[in-house]
């Protein structure tokens, strides 16, 4: 394989399925054959990076843009992290701290749709990192990015489902009046029912991927009754529009409200992650060099602007900032709800966020009933993060990087999905979620996936416009010579983020309120550090083409 981007093969294939099952290479130039379909296409540009087809590619441009979409939950997202907001500037710190980071995720999401459409492969970042990099540093650069990437990746379903139990705790306690207040380890124990199950449907066929667009649609539709709720059921109860924009308090612990302000950002960081899944599923992506740029920046636009349309409601509707912090429930969204629609319209609006009818997935079994289930919102967000994550791991021990790599990317023989990457990614989240023992679980867990996330976003895009200016071969989507302030503005913001993240959310802690988001990104990069002086330098070099493994009698290489 080569160490640039541009070096391609110089004899023109086509991927063709043979009789045995093994996809070979024919001289039939690809220009001239018209009859040859979009997969095909695809598995092309993939032997030109290096990896053979091994998924079914399920994957329509709407079912890509519904699938990142679907990580990003707007309600969901919304509700787990009003507390950031209402805590770091209350209407102020709502409203403004959301919309300030929105702008500039805009830049790093097109910064990476930008690459996705060069190089559409569930390597995805590390790759691009490996590819853009100094030669000499390839592979270093694929190390960092792949360890941060896994890191965040892994935290992050972990931090969608430990949501989805404080939903339920939330909804139990509330249906019960507050005479069952679930804590910690009941909670927990959710938290590991909820890993199973995704581990369950994340092992199905990847072939039926008409559940995301519905669910998408479910999305969005929550959201839209909220906020319609929230202002028309507040009455006369809604604060004045000054108040509701500019009025600001300070419950951080920190005496500086500037920096105070500053912490609000945490919410949008956490909540506008995971578009790069469009990139992760580009092997399971018909015309993935188109969808999976057109997928990450509709989602993140999406997503944002319903996001601060929905804190504007929730603005309005609070009347008192202290009163939703000092709430009994496990999220303040549901003490709001409650207040402003009573307990019937809370539970109803609850219900659409954690609770829609969707047809799932089939398990591979053409003669089996469908059947409808009542599966949550935020529920299969915390699924669709898994799928991503999933494929991460995979992509990630292809290339040899993880401990017993060829464990983990085994495809099943009958879904033809990364099986055992799944439940590693189940093990892991299981693993992390005791952190909800701590008083601090969320903000601890949510750190962590922002940091390990940004850190492995923000690291190809400096190499894009540093060493790797001119080895980009663009694909449909193009910044143009905009990529170059575009990127520099990524590259500094997620700096800035980083160590803001690093921080504790008050000038005085103890080892129960402690924000340990730092302390787990810190073991994994020492970990991953010492792996790599110790033995990964010697071995590892990056992605690795197994496309010689798969393709006999090919000339492309």
């Known amino acids: 394989m080569s160490a640039t981007l541009k070096e391609k093969p110089v004899v023109d294939v086509q991927i063709l399925e043979a009789t045995d099952g093994c996809l070979l290479a024919t001289d ?8 040859v379909d979009q997969t095909n296409a695809d598995d092309v540009r993939l032997a030109e990076l290096g990896y053979r087809g091994e998924f079914r590619r399920g994957f329509s441009l709407l079912d890509t843009v519904a699938f990142a979409f679907s990580i990003m939950s707007v309600i969901g997202g919304v509700s787990s992290t009003l507390s950031f907001g209402l805590a770091s500037g209350g209407h102020l710190g709502m ?26 492969t569930s390597a995805g ?9 100094p030669e000499r540093y390839s592979a270093l650069a694929s190390w960092v990015t792949g360890w941060a990437n896994v890191t965040g990746q892994v935290t992050l379903v972990c931090s969608i489902d430990y949501t989805v139990a404080q939903m339920i705790t939330t909804a139990i306690a509330v249906n019960t009046d507050n005479a069952v207040v679930l804590g910690a380890g009941p909670t927990y124990g959710i938290l590991l029912a909820i890993l199973f199950v995704h581990g369950v449907v994340c092992s199905a066929d990847s072939m039926r991927t008409d559940w995301w667009s519905p669910f998408a649609s479910l999305t969005a539709g929550a959201t839209v009754a909220a906020v319609i709720a929230l202002l028309v059921c507040a009455g006369d109860r809604k604060v004045p529009t000054q108040t509701a924009f500019f009025s600001f308090e300070n419950h951080t612990g920190w005496r500086n409200d500037g920096w105070a302000f500053l912490l609000s950002f945490a919410a949008p960081m956490w909540s506008l992650t995971g578009y790069d899944s469009a ?26 602007g319903m996001g601060w349309i929905l804190l504007i409601a929730a603005s309005f509707a609070t009347a008192s900032v ?24 809370m539970l109803a609006i609850w219900s659409f966020t954690i609770i829609a009818q969707v047809r799932p997935p089939r398990l591979a079994r053409p003669n089996r009933a469908d059947s409808q289930r009542a599966i949550g919102l935020q529920f299969l967000c915390g699924a ?66 922002v940091i390990g996330l940004y850190t492995s976003y923000a690291t190809p895009i400096f190499l894009r416009i540093t060493s790797g200016r001119r080895k980009l071969v663009r694909g449909p989507f193009s910044l143009g010579e905009w990529y170059m302030p575009i990127g520099a503005i ?5 700096t800035f983020i980083v160590v803001l993240l690093s921080f504790p959310p008050s000038q005085t802690t103890t080892a129960v309120q402690m924000d340990y988001a730092s302390v787990i990104v810190f073991a994994v990069f020492v970990f991953a550090g010492c792996s790599w002086l110790l033995s990964a330098r010697k071995w590892f070099v990056g992605p690795l083409p197994n496309v010689d493994r798969a393709y006999r009698g090919s000339k492309a290489f």
Not at 28 to 35: C, M, R, S, V
Not at 125 to 133: D, G, I, N, P, V
Not at 384 to 406: E, I, K, M, N, Y
């Open 28 to 35: 039939t130039p690809f220009a001239n054959y018209t009859t």
């Open 322 to 345: 202290p009163a939703l912090l000092d709430t009994e429930l496990s999220l303040p969204m549901g003490q709001l709800l409650l207040d402003v629609l009573g307990k019937r319209g």
């Open 384 to 449: 669709a993060q898994a799928v991503d994550a999933s494929r991460v791991v995979f992509a990630f021990a292809r290339d040899g990087a993880l401990p017993w790599s060829t464990w983990w990317e085994r495809l099943d023989a009958r879904t033809q999905t990364p099986v055992n990457a799944v439940w590693l990614v189940v093990a892991l989240s299981a693993l992390c979620g005791l952190l909800g023992f701590s008083a601090t679980a969320f903000s601890s867990l949510a750190g962590a996936s």
């Open 279 to 304: 990139a992760h599923i580009a092997e399971e992506t018909a015309g993935a060099a188109r969808a999976a740029p057109i997928a990450i920046l509709v989602s993140v636009a999406a997503v944002g």
């Open 95 to 120: 409203v403004w701290g959301w919309f300030i980071p929105y702008l500039f995720v805009i830049c790093i999401a097109a910064s990476m749709a930008e690459m996705a459409s060069s190089v559409p």
């Open 490 to 494: 990524s590259v500094l913001w997620v």
């Open 125 to 133: 970042l590390y790759y691009f990192s490996a590819k853009l990099a």
